[in-house]
T-cell receptor
Framework: EVQLFESGGGLVQPGGSLRLSCTASGFIFYNYDMTWVRQPPGKGLEWVAS????????FYADSARGRFSISRDNSGNILYLNAYGLTAEDTAVYYC?????????????WGQGTLASVSS | QAGLTQPPSVSKDLGQTATLTCTGSFSNVGNLGAAWLQQHQGHPPKLLSH???SRPSGISERFSTSRSGNTASLTITGLQPEDEADYYC???????????FGGGTKLTVL
């Protein structure tokens, strides 16, 4: 069974940073491209960043480029998101999601999410 | 990145059929199709269906999808109370090299 578990959220001051983690189990991690999606309170889903199965390729939303960095450790089955220069607009539940490597265009599995709150 | 367009809300009576729409462009929905996600309050999204009306194991046959041009549709037949949720569409945009989501449709079952 595919399982994804996010951690690392919490309260951070404006201008601060966070490192989110997503621990994967139940599937061959490097066979899946991984993505971070966030959801501000009471709002819809917003794509943040994606990374290919082998970690060679990364993609960022305009709102994340230059401030966020996605990476993965395939030996430990962990996905990361480093976020810097945080503002109140970054307050959201952050989900990690998995899709199979190759021409599949949907997220098979989602984690439970971790809440990051940016406030003074 | 431009998103996909979904109606904010749809209301239907118990037992009726609801059809939710998701409009994009040729570079996303029109070319590669859309996936549909269901999200109940306080829970993470769950995959309902993806391209070619494929449903993951455990998803009811009452959920079906179709596409016409740049618009994808999710049809839910025999509405049940547990179908009340937010529904999102998602797609990969080949031109923008990015994922795009719809704003979500809140389905109310009366």
């Amino acid at each position: 069974e595919v399982q994804l578990f996010e951690s690392g959220g919490g309260l951070v001051q404006p201008g601060g940073s966070l490192r989110l983690s997503c621990t994967a189990s139940g599937f061959i991690f490097y066979n899946y491209d991984m993505t971070w999606v966030r959801q501000p309170p009471g709002k819809g889903l917003e794509w943040v960043a994606s990374i290919s199965g082998n970690g060679e390729y990364t993609f960022y939303a305009d709102s994340a480029r230059g401030r966020f960095s996605i990476s993965r450790d395939n030996s430990g089955n962990i996905l990361y998101l480093n976020a810097y220069g945080l503002t109140a607009e970054d307050t959201a539940v952050y989900y990690c999601a998995a899709k199979q490597v190759g021409p599949s265009y949907y997220f098979e599995s989602w984690g439970q999410g971790t809440l990051a709150s940016v406030s003074s | 990145q431009a998103g996909l367009t979904q109606p904010p809300s749809v209301s239907k009576d118990l037992g009726q059929t609801a059809t939710l729409t998701c409009t994009g462009s040729f570079s996303n929905v029109g070319n590669l199709g859309a996936a549909w996600l269901q999200q109940h309050q306080g829970h993470p999204p769950k995959l309902l269906s993806h391209r070619r009306n494929s449903r993951p194991s455990g998803i009811s046959e009452r959920f079906s999808t179709s596409r016409s041009g740049n618009t994808a549709s999710l049809t839910i037949t025999g509405l049940q109370p547990e179908d009340e949720a937010d529904y999102y569409c998602s797609a990969w945009d080949n031109s923008l090299r990015s994922w795009v989501f719809g704003g979500g449709t809140k389905l109310t079952v009366l």
